[in-house]
């Protein structure tokens, strides 16, 4: 039992330790296609935070954070899963066409200022504080309200 207990006490501890978030403000820790979309979308903005969090079992994911408010999260790649602009609005190049018509079309006085992708789609945050949800390949899915 004592085996047994000091195992699970090395696990817990080496799962520990293999969790562990490192912060930095270098761009060169984050993978090169990170790099390159901030260098393209973002030129002027300065770094503030870089969040590089290792996960024991999945990849590293990157969390950056602008000194403008900005946040943009990376997954292992270096693509990005997130932008959030709090009251600015994501750059429209990084939003996929068929949302930008759609959106423009139908909530012509407001701007995007978060989208988030996955493997179900896209969801877009309004300034209105709608949000707006489309599949993978941009084709309108549902609308959801703030309460």
Known sequence: M?????????????????????YTIDRSNLPEAAREML??????????????DRHLL???????????????EFNNAGKWTSIDCKTREVPSSLIPKRIRTYVSKNFPDVKIVKIEKDHKGY?????????????????FKRVEMDD
């Open 39 to 52: 260098e393209e979308h973002f030129p002027k903005a300065k770094v503030g935070m870089i969040k590089v």
């Open 2 to 22: 004592k085996k047994i207990l000091s195992l699970l006490f090395v696990l817990m501890l080496t799962a520990g330790v293999a969790r562990a978030d490192k």
């Open 58 to 72: 999945k990849k590293t994911d990157y969390d950056v954070k602008l000194v403008n408010g900005t946040k943009i």
């Open 123 to 139: 969801e877009i945050d309004l300034s209105d504080g709608v949000e707006v949800h489309f599949d993978l390949l941009g084709s």
